[in-house]
């Protein structure tokens, strides 16, 4: 019984074997350059669901009665004959026309990257039922540990209780939040687990998952907010860019000595501001680790 059909008519077998070397594990087809079998993993790792890439694999195998049965047990009664013997094979387009590469299972499980038990589900459920097996993971009602829509909702509910700070500056870009620097994750689902639902069955990873999907907060001060220096800084570059643009040729040189005066002030104090913040940080990181 062969698996694959191909426009009608059962592919045709070609010369090319599959060479394997046991002792290094590796393995190889002859006539099947690495263009080939590079284009038909891609078109395997494309396919989005595991049910499709099953019948990729299945469409490759083919099933063959079996022509020699030895029984190795003296007592025949015991003895586990295969149903069926198998070969494997992937196509190949050359000249024009689809080309039959066979390969060993070694060879096939090695170029698709899947193991050998997954081929053997999918032999053993076309061979009972004629059907490939369906990919049931995710599909069960039995989730014992599962959090229901209550038990979220207060999650959701404790964390809307803490009241963060709004960027000032940057508010325009984003409606990020942000809590005090002390705070963290794990120390606000550690006070959500003991002292606000201590009955609750919440994992750190239920918690971080409502956390960071359901909100847009962050630790520390805003990083873009700036202090009061700067801002006086800043109202006196915007006056005198107002007078410059008023001011006759005779005191333009002395307006804008002082605006590059300004200036200059004000880059220090930035750059003197992102030092400390890189310090503070530093530290912080640090007394984590420790």
């Known amino acids: 019984m062969l698996v694959h059909q191909c426009g009608g008519s059962f592919l045709p077998q070609s010369n090319s074997t599959c060479c394997h070397d046991n002792n290094s594990g590796?393995?190889?087809?002859?006539?099947?350059?690495?263009e080939d079998r590079g284009r038909v993993i891609s078109y395997f790792n494309s396919l989005k669901s595991k049910d499709e890439q099953d019948a990729l694999l299945a469409s490759f195998?083919?099933?063959?009665?079996?022509?020699?049965?030895?029984?190795?047990?003296?007592?025949?009664?015991?003895?586990?004959?295969?149903?069926?013997?198998?070969?494997?094979?992937?196509?190949?387009?050359?000249?024009?026309?689809?080309?039959?590469?066979?390969?060993?299972m070694k060879g096939f499980t090695s170029m698709f990257g899947v193991t050998e038990n997954r081929i053997r589900r999918i032999r053993d459920s076309i061979?009972?039922?004629?059907?490939?097996?369906?990919?049931?993971?995710?599909?069960?009602?039995?989730?014992?540990?599962?959090?229901?829509?209550?038990?979220?909702?207060?999650?959701?509910?404790?964390?809307?209780?803490?009241?963060?700070?709004?960027?000032?500056?940057?508010?325009k870009k984003t409606r990020k939040?942000?809590?005090?620097?002390?705070?963290?994750?794990?120390?606000?689902?550690?006070m959500f687990m003991e002292k606000q639902h201590p009955n609750v069955k919440c994992s750190y990873d239920s918690y971080r998952d409502s956390f960071?999907?359901?909100?847009?907060?962050?630790?520390?001060?805003?990083?873009k907010d700036t202090c009061t220096t700067c801002d006086k800084l800043k109202v006196k570059l915007d006056s005198l860019n107002s007078k410059l643009n008023q001011t006759s040729l005779n005191t333009l040189t002395d307006f804008q000595r002082r605006k590059d005066r300004i200036t200059a002030t004000l880059e220090l104090h930035q750059r003197k501001g992102e030092v400390l913040y890189e310090l503070k940080k530093a530290s912080r990181i640090e007394a984590q680790n420790n």
Do not use: W
């Not at 590796?26 to 690495?34: C, G, I, L, Q």
């Not at 960071?212 to 907060?217: D, L, Q, Y």
């Open 61 to 104: 195998i083919s099933a063959h009665p079996v022509e020699r049965r030895r029984n190795r047990k003296e007592n025949l009664e015991q003895a586990e004959f295969h149903k069926s013997s198998y070969k494997y094979h992937f196509n190949v387009l050359r000249d024009g026309q689809s080309s039959r590469v066979d390969v060993c």
């Open 177 to 190: 939040v942000y809590l005090p620097e002390d705070l963290n994750i794990s120390k606000m689902h550690a």
């Open 127 to 171: 061979l009972v039922t004629g059907l490939l097996p369906k990919d049931m993971r995710g599909h069960h009602a039995y989730r014992p540990h599962a959090m229901t829509d209550e038990e979220r909702g207060l999650i959701v509910s404790y964390i809307q209780s803490f009241r963060g700070r709004v960027s000032h500056y940057s508010r």
């Open 26 to 34: 590796n393995h190889s087809t002859s006539n099947s350059p690495a």
């Open 212 to 223: 960071n999907n359901k909100f847009n907060i962050s630790f520390g001060h805003p990083r």
